[in-house]
């Protein structure tokens, strides 16, 4: 059964950092591309930034550019995203997803994201 199960998120100041873990289990995830996306309260969900199968290419919403990044360990089978200069708009649930046909330019509502996990609160508040 595939699953991803996100972890790190919590509590920070503005301007801090946190990092975001997604682990999965019942595939090999270096063979998928996995995206990161979030959602704010009263908001639709949009993606944040995705990793590419095979090539390890990278994606970012211009709106975490030069702030967050996205990265793997496929010895651990697990996908990180590094967010620096946290500001209280980043605040939401942080979700990753992938597919066996997902690519990163698909959108949050693509039929190929197959596998959610179930989330991380991300708040940023002073």
């Known amino acids: 059964q595939l699953q991803l199960v996100e972890s790190g998120g919590g509590l920070v100041q503005p301007g801090g950092s946190l990092r975001l873990s997604c682990v999965a289990s019942?595939?090999?995830?270096?063979?998928?591309?996995i995206g990161w996306f979030r959602q704010a309260p009263g908001k639709e969900r949009e993606g944040v930034s995705c990793?590419?199968?095979?090539?390890?290419?990278?994606k970012y919403a211009d709106s975490v550019k030069g702030r967050f990044t996205i990265s793997r360990d496929n010895a651990k089978n697990t996908v990180y995203l590094q967010m620096n200069s946290l500001k209280p708009e980043d605040t939401a649930v942080y979700y990753c997803?992938?597919?066996?046909?997902?690519?990163?330019?698909?959108?949050?509502?693509?039929?190929?994201?197959?596998?959610w996990g179930q989330g991380t609160l991300v708040t940023v508040s002073s």
């Open positions: 019942g595939f090999t995830s270096e063979y998928y591309s």
């Open positions: 997803a992938t597919g066996s046909a997902y690519v990163c330019f698909d959108g949050p509502q693509a039929r190929s994201l197959e596998v």
């Open positions: 990793i590419s199968s095979i090539t390890d290419n990278t």
